[in-house]
Nanobody, 123 residues
Framework: VQLQAFGGGLVHAGASLRVSCAAS????????MAWFRQAPGKEREFVAG????????LYEDSVKGRFTISRDNAKNTVFLQMDSLKPEETATYFC?????????????????WGQGTLVTVSS
């Protein structure tokens, strides 16, 4: 199983960015997917999750209304659209997948992890 996150970069505060995660080696439509982030010196935290069908999504409170998680099961890819980015959201963003198919908030709920993509938001 491989989850490859990409699309990170350097943006100014208030800008938008979309990160993507391409999955291989698993039956993607049966897996729930999520994005977590980890800032330097901090623990990895949940950002957003999406059920296997895409009909149910879950967000961390601080990103509601600004971030949107989506998936394309035909392309084995999950996306995170991030709008109105803030400097404090500078972090490495990781995608993760779980076999249960349910969008969940806990790190231990996910069996597979990508390597992360760095998002830097300048003030």
């Amino acid at each position: 199983v491989q989850l490859q996150a990409f699309g990170g970069g350097l943006v100014h505060a208030g800008a938008s960015l979309r990160v993507s995660c391409a999955a291989s080696g698993l039956t993607f439509p049966t897996y729930a997917m999520a994005w977590f982030r980890q800032a330097p010196g901090k623990e990895r935290e949940f950002v957003a999750g999406i059920s296997r069908s895409g009909t149910f999504t879950l967000y961390e409170d601080s990103v509601k209304g600004r971030f949107t998680i989506s998936r394309d099961n035909a392309k084995n890819t999950v996306f995170l659209q991030m709008d109105s980015l803030k400097p404090e959201e500078t972090a490495t963003y990781f995608c993760a997948g779980n076999k249960r198919g349910q969008a969940l908030r806990g790190r231990s709920d996910y069996e597979y992890w990508g390597q992360g993509t760095l998002v830097t938001v300048s003030s």
